[in-house]
């Protein structure tokens, strides 16, 4: 079971993160299609993207950032 870190950014907003537990990503984007109420396209045209995913807890205290902050100038 991993934890699916969704999230949404437009240029008009910022919704997440949605956290879903599921054992692929594929099931993590039918649970995201079935709460949001659209078809798992729909919702990647509306810009909704997995920020990260967690396989398993950090053994030590840690933060953990979404994986296109690696990308990002912090």
């Known amino acids: 079971m991993k ?3 969704f999230e949404q950014v437009t240029d008009e907003e910022f919704v997440g ?3 879903i537990a599921a054992p692929t990503e ?3 984007w039918a649970l ?4 949001e109420g659209k078809a ?4 990647r045209e509306d810009h909704w993207a ?3 995913d967690l396989a398993a807890i950090p053994h030590r205290s840690t933060v953990v950032y979404p994986s296109h902050y690696r990308r990002a100038i912090l």
């Open 40 to 43: 798992i396209a729909a919702l």
């Open 50 to 52: 997995i920020a990260q």
């Open 3 to 5: 934890l699916f870190f």
């Open 17 to 19: 993160p949605v956290i």
């Open 32 to 35: 995201l299609a079935e709460r």
């Open 26 to 28: 594929e099931e993590a």
